[in-house]
């Protein structure tokens, strides 16, 4: 065992702690961006406020979600399905993506996924958050969105992308000499 190199990493780590709270310090300083009350729809085609996703209380996780589309998505949300009910507890959550209702509901059931989706087509939502750059280019990621005198804001905002906080498979395969040895997301997966 190398202690030295061991010592390295625990000092690296951290540095990156450090680095993380620092982040989160300078986050808590941003300023609240106003989003609209947009109207999403859901599996059934109904449409849904966002303002109706808070419940009764003052805070809402929104995924950014590319859709059926993107391999790299579905891993983050099968990684989400996993923390659907602590989540859920500390706040509500909701993934958004351009798929329409039914592509959402069938990937949704072939993939077992228990969280709320609600769809964006339709709507300048994911644009209008940061989230879609050019016409039908999409990035992932995810808003903090809480509510404040009757009125929605962005408290806060993250693109996904491998090796982030979001998605835990990535920095398991980074314990290993060959990392993640290129391997990709799929849409499933034979072992």
């Given at each position: 065992m190398n202690e030295s190199t061991y010592e390295q990493?625990?000092?690296?780590?951290?540095?990156?702690?450090?680095?993380?709270?620092?982040i989160l310090e300078l986050r808590?300083?941003?300023?609240?961006?106003?989003?609209?009350?947009?109207?999403?729809?859901d599996?059934?085609?109904?449409?849904?406020?966002?303002?109706?996703?808070?419940?009764?209380?003052?805070?809402l996780l929104v995924i950014h979600n590319m859709g059926k589309r993107c391999t790299y998505c579905t891993l983050w949300a099968d990684?989400?399905?996993g923390s659907v009910l602590p989540i859920?507890?500390?706040?509500?959550?909701v993934v958004t993506s351009p798929d329409s209702p039914a592509v959402q509901k069938e990937f949704a059931d072939s993939r077992g996924w228990k969280f709320k989706m609600l769809s964006t087509d339709g709507t300048t939502f994911t644009k209008d958050l940061g989230f879609e750059p050019k016409?039908?280019?999409y990035y992932p990621g995810v808003s903090a969105l809480i509510r404040k005198e009757g009125k929605i804001y962005r408290a806060s905002y993250d693109q996904l992308c491998p090796g982030d906080f979001y998605c835990s498979v990535w920095h398991l395969f980074d314990l290993f000499p060959k990392r993640y040895n290129d391997w990709q997301p799929k849409y499933s997966y034979h072992v």
């Open positions: 990493i625990a000092q690296l780590h951290k540095q990156i702690e450090q680095s993380r709270n620092e808590s300083k941003l300023e609240l961006e106003p989003v609209q009350d947009y109207s999403l729809k599996w059934s085609g109904n449409e849904v406020l966002l303002s109706s996703l808070f419940d009764e209380r003052d805070e990684g989400f399905n859920n507890e500390r706040m509500p959550f016409p039908k280019t």
